[in-house]
């Protein structure tokens, strides 16, 4: 009896990772059309992907939806599908959904929570927005807090384009040489934690400084 339950064990877990394989070798291949601005076939590809539950997918049928490519804009169709990828803890779609709320100083308490779920996964531009955001402070959401800033405008610039090292670089001239050592530190410690979705706590990698006068 054992040797059957493992042998219908091993091919549950085959089918389940022939089932994975497949999924990323169709989202490439979608990616791809998308890539050469074969957008028919992108869109063709993706929508069933989407349907099935594949993040990136769905990420990037959003991000189609949103800017028209292929087909007709619709905002909200595109929110759909974000909110479908970040409720997976899929970074991008975070930070696709939080970046505006937070610009456009529309509920920015949630625009914030989904940057840093997005920054803590290692999204370099949610982490460029979270540092510029702790540089000034957001309102009564966000206190200024300069070392924060530094950490995540650090994290924002390593291995990235200059135009994020130089944000860096302009932001640590408003700051004292203990707290850009202190965000240094805090960067140096710092891990991506891989998967949060909406609804757990984040940006728990630094310890919070307190507001800065």
């Known amino acids: 009896?054992?040797?059957?339950?493992?042998?219908?064990?091993?091919?549950?877990?085959?089918?389940?990772?022939?089932?994975?394989?497949?999924?990323?070798?169709?989202?490439?291949?979608?990616?791809?059309?998308?890539?050469?601005?074969?957008?028919?076939?992108?869109?063709?590809?993706?929508?069933?992907?989407?349907?099935?539950?594949?993040?990136?997918?769905?990420?990037?049928?959003?991000?189609?939806?949103?800017?028209?490519?292929?087909?007709?804009?619709?905002?909200?169709?595109?929110?759909?599908?974000?909110?479908?990828?970040?409720?997976?803890?899929?970074?991008?779609?975070?930070?696709?959904?939080?970046?505006?709320?937070?610009?456009?100083?529309?509920?920015?308490?949630?625009?914030?929570?989904l940057l840093r779920l997005s920054a803590e996964q290692g999204n370099q531009d949610a982490q460029l927005l979270l540092g510029e955001g702790y540089v000034q402070g957001v309102g009564t959401s966000l206190a200024r807090d300069p070392v924060r800033a530094d950490m995540w405008l650090r994290l924002a610039a390593r291995n990235n384009l200059p135009f994020y090292k130089a944000q860096l670089v302009q932001a640590e001239q408003q700051m004292t040489p203990a707290q850009v050592a202190q965000g240094r530190a805090l960067a140096a410690a710092w891990k991506p934690k891989h998967g949060l979705k909406p609804g757990t706590k984040p940006d728990s990698s630094s310890k919070p400084t307190g507001r800065q006068k």
């Open 1 to 113: 009896m054992r040797s059957w339950v493992r042998s219908l064990s091993l091919c549950g877990f085959i089918i389940l990772l022939c089932a994975q394989v497949s999924l990323a070798t169709s989202f490439a291949s979608a990616e791809r059309a998308f890539n050469h601005r074969n957008f028919a076939t992108a869109l063709k590809e993706l929508q069933p992907l989407a349907k099935q539950g594949d993040a990136k997918a769905q990420v990037l049928l959003a991000r189609m939806y949103m800017m028209g490519y292929g087909v007709l804009k619709d905002p909200a169709e595109a929110h759909k599908w974000l909110e479908a990828a970040a409720a997976q803890g899929n970074p991008d779609a975070e930070f696709m959904l939080g970046a505006p709320s937070v610009l456009r100083h529309e509920n920015i308490p949630e625009g914030l929570k």
